[in-house]
């Protein structure tokens, strides 16, 4: 499982208990984070670009989370409720890794 760096913040932003808000960042400091550097922000760019011209909106946000999962060949999953994202690889090896 990989966590995109936004993730974690959006995860944080919400209201939770000072308890719960520890255990959420312990547990968050245990996994990998999807790596993001400049050539991968251009594919964020160039894929919310790519479904503007199909009609479909997409923030940045959401757009990084997805290429996230396209740069990993991740699966993506998505609680709704809380609009958290995870990604699993089928290959992952790394500790913690649910997959």
Known sequence: MYLPPVVAS???????AERARGELEEFLLTLPLCQADIAHWLRVGRLRNSLAAKGLSLSTPDA????C?????????SQTQSSAWWLVTPSCR???CES
């Not at 959006?10 to 939770?16: K, P």
């Not at 990084?64 to 290429?67: K, L, N, P, T, Y």
């Not at 999962?69 to 999953?77: K, N, R, S, T």
Request: aromatic share 0%.
């Open 10 to 16: 959006e995860l944080l932003s919400g209201r939770m």
């Open 64 to 67: 990084h989370v997805a290429q």
């Open 69 to 77: 999962a396209l740069d990993l060949g991740a699966d993506l999953l």
């Open 94 to 96: 790394c500790s913690g």
